[in-house]
């Protein structure tokens, strides 16, 4: 068979072993030797590529962020960080109509900074909001939806792994994606608290409030959330100031947590040993599926599927706009059924070269860190859209009393808000790039 019709077949086939429930890396891994064989026609190239390749991947510095920063987010949650972030907002905001569901929102884009993974995020904030949400008496498929999206401002706000991830697939610098996904990470948190207050005015049943917390105590609380502060200033502080690499950064602040919830006592051998193990098994999920996508793109790199499809979306004439929508559609279609990490390392090999030919009348560098940016909101996108958006699945698990269809109903106004907000960046370039310039 052609190689070039080779790869094609090959998406169907990896779909296929994925909705068999083939573990994500190891159904790229399986697809990408088996079509290498394939082209090579013969095992002796093959197995000199399966001698290299894991080392290949892994050799590479920027990816020891990845499980120093999955070990600070254990430590924030053994610390209780997420709890005082959540208290502080709900001290401020409790009383007003919505009010609890907005402290949600931004209790969660507070742990995104120091966390990195929207599942994470969602896991850990439906635990601590989602008993204060029904106590305010909270419609379930309000406060769902609103704990779903808010997970998404895990890994929207820096530091985020996925974000890392694309920056060494397309060879960007780390710490810029950082700046430039910081604005529309707050954007996301402000556009979700608006969508609250509409909901709430429109089903005034659908949500009740808290007793007003004295002045006193409200300060008190906003106080408890030093440590937080004080870690996303260092960490994302550092790293903007060029203080300190991405990398040193994500050391910094692992140190830094672990530090902190030994403080406040709630790290002992135990728990460390827990933190630990659990950062192993993340770090060994997303170097599988790492290792996996390396696989799997250099069979399609033996096929030129990437160049022959930038030739062929060159040839055609399309505006640039028209192939970039075309692009994100797809990632929010396929963002339903597949993990964001999965969708980032299988495709920016491939799309990235066909966008990096279209002309936006940007720099290089800041087209690649605006697709950058678009990417990283889209797929997550995907993690509260119906019917298998992850997160949804996760506030599920915490309570299995909400109807599946009440979910779906709470999620959609924040997935629409979602929507609203890439159409504005797409057409608006400069909402994800002036604080990148301003910072230069």
């Avoid at 678009?374 to 996760?394: A, D, H, R």
């Amino acid at each position: 068979m052609d190689p070039l019709w080779l790869a094609i077949w090959s998406f169907p086939a990896l779909l296929a072993l994925i909705f068999l429930r083939v573990p994500i890396g190891l159904a790229m891994l399986a697809v990408g030797l088996g079509g290498s064989w394939v082209v090579y026609g013969t095992a002796a190239p093959l197995l000199n590529q399966m001698k290299s390749l894991a080392y290949s991947q892994f050799s590479t510095h920027s990816l020891s962020i990845v499980p120093l920063f999955l070990l600070m987010g254990q430590f924030a949650v053994m610390g209780g960080m997420s709890k005082s972030l959540f208290k502080a907002a709900e001290a401020f905001l409790g009383h007003r109509r919505g009010g609890v569901a907005m402290a949600a929102i931004g209790a969660c884009a507070g742990f995104g900074a120091i966390c990195g993974s929207s599942l994470a995020t969602a896991a850990t904030m439906g635990q601590v909001a989602l008993p204060e949400l029904r106590r305010a008496g909270y419609d379930g498929g309000l406060a769902s939806g609103a704990l779903a999206a808010g997970g998404t401002l895990g890994i929207l706000i820096p530091p985020s792994i996925v974000l890392v991830i694309y920056a060494i697939l397309a060879e960007q610098n780390i710490a810029k994606l950082f700046v430039a996904a910081m604005v529309p990470g707050i954007f996301a948190a402000l556009s979700y608290m608006v969508v609250i207050a509409i909901v709430v005015r429109l089903r005034p049943n659908a949500a009740g409030n808290l007793p007003p917390v004295p002045m006193a105590a409200r300060w008190r609380a906003m106080a408890d959330t030093w440590s937080v502060v004080l870690i996303f200033a260092i960490v994302v502080g550092g790293i903007y100031a060029g203080i300190f690499t991405p990398t040193e950064g994500a050391a910094v602040g692992a140190v830094s947590t672990g530090v902190l919830a030994w403080r406040r006592g709630s790290l002992s051998a135990a728990r460390l040993r827990e933190a630990l193990e659990a950062t192993a098994v993340g770090t060994a999920m997303v170097f599988m599926i790492v290792l996996g996508a390396g696989a799997y793109n250099t069979f399609l790199a033996l096929s030129m599927l990437p160049q022959e499809l930038a030739s062929w979306v060159g040839a055609q004439g399309f505006s640039p706009y028209t192939v970039l929508w075309a692009i994100l559609i797809f990632y929010l279609i396929f963002g339903c059924v597949m993990d964001s990490l999965s969708m980032i390392l299988l495709t920016i090999p491939i799309f990235f070269p066909m966008f990096s030919g279209l002309d936006f009348g940007l720099a290089p560098e800041d087209a690649a860190i605006w697709f950058g940016i678009l990417v990283l909101i889209v797929v997550e996108v995907g993690l509260i859209t119906p019917p298998v958006g992850m997160n949804l699945f996760v506030i599920r698990a915490m309570a299995p009393d909400i109807p599946m269809a009440a979910m779906y109903r709470g999620v959609l106004p924040f997935v629409m808000a979602d929507i609203v907000r890439v159409t504005l960046l797409v057409l608006f370039p400069p909402l994800a790039l002036f604080v990148l310039r301003f910072s230069s």
